[in-house]
């Protein structure tokens, strides 16, 4: 049986490149901080540090993400997106 070899792409992450998921829907998760984010990406611009999400509206999940300590809850809080 042949062997099949895995890559990897490599892709550049610009802020022309990003511009594209504007109106849709992210999840940020960390399991080390045990939090889970979920919203919808208004718009994103270039500043001085770096990359700039807004979000037209973001929510917190009450539990944590998926493999965490503390479990994923079926409740949200919405908080205010910045």
């Not at 849709?24 to 540090?49: F, H, K, L, M, P």
């Not at 037209?56 to 079926?74: F, Q």
Request: hydrophobic share 35%; glycine share 8%.
């Amino acid at each position: 049986m042949a062997r099949k070899e895995h890559t990897v792409d490599i892709v550049e992450l610009t802020v022309k490149s990003l511009k594209r998921f504007e109106g849709g829907e992210v999840e940020i998760q960390n399991s080390n901080e045990c939090y889970i984010y979920r919203g919808r990406i208004a718009s994103v611009a270039e500043t001085e540090d770096g990359v700039k999400f807004s979000f037209s509206w973001l929510a917190k999940n009450r539990g944590g993400p998926m493999g965490s300590v503390k479990p994923m809850s079926l409740e949200w809080d919405v908080v205010t997106p910045s």
